[in-house]
């Protein structure tokens, strides 16, 4: 067996045979986003340890047993739902997260990333499935951008906190 072909099993699993191109390459790409939401909250909870920041090890974990769910549901053919739980999860951890951007690292960037994702899962076809995800994104970020709404507040111990220059740029290469 290929690496391709294992690869592909592991994303969607041993299901049977996706019909539509465009089907497949969707159920692809969420497995695959999953991994990287696995991936990205794994490195951030390991540099948030190691340069001792505290109070976001929940939200991180959080993310990691979602992305988890999300890849099998998508492994067990629940796309719809799968799409769903990955589009809240994604926008509710960039408004968490926008709303403590103190530095301006480039949080409110993801606003423009989760509707593209939106459109990408659900496609032409359930636009309408796709929307409100749309919508829902643009709300979150004028409440955290204009409006200031932050899930969580500011430490007081961590408002004079300066970051190094090294985990600076370390979030801002996950970031992208």
């Known amino acids: ?9 592991f994303l969607i699993g041993n299901t049977g045979y996706i019909p539509s191109h465009s089907d497949y390459k969707t159920t692809m790409l969420r497995g695959q986003l999953s991994l990287v939401m696995v991936g990205a ?3 951030y909870l390991i540099t948030d340890q190691i340069n001792g920041i505290e109070g976001y090890a929940q939200f991180y974990w959080g993310g990691i047993i979602v992305s988890a769910i999300v890849f099998w549901l998508n492994r067990s053919g629940y796309y719809i739902t ?12 960039i408004f968490v997260f926008a709303g403590n951007d103190r530095h301006r ?3 409110f960037m993801h606003f423009l990333i989760a509707p593209m994702v939106a459109m990408a ?8 499935w796709a929307l409100p995800f ?5 709300i979150l970020f004028w409440s955290a951008y204009v409006w200031k709404v932050q899930v969580i507040p500011i430490r007081e111990e961590n408002i004079g906190q300066v970051y190094s220059d090294s985990y600076v740029q370390l979030t801002l290469i996950v970031k992208i």
């Open 121 to 128: 899962f659900f496609g032409y076809r359930k636009i309408w």
């Open 105 to 107: 690292a480039g949080t």
């Open 41 to 43: 909250a794994a490195v």
């Open 82 to 93: 799968a799409n769903v739980v990955f589009l809240l999860v994604f926008n509710s951890i």
């Open 1 to 9: 067996m290929s690496f391709r072909s294992a690869f592909r099993s």
């Open 134 to 138: 749309c919508a829902l994104s643009f």
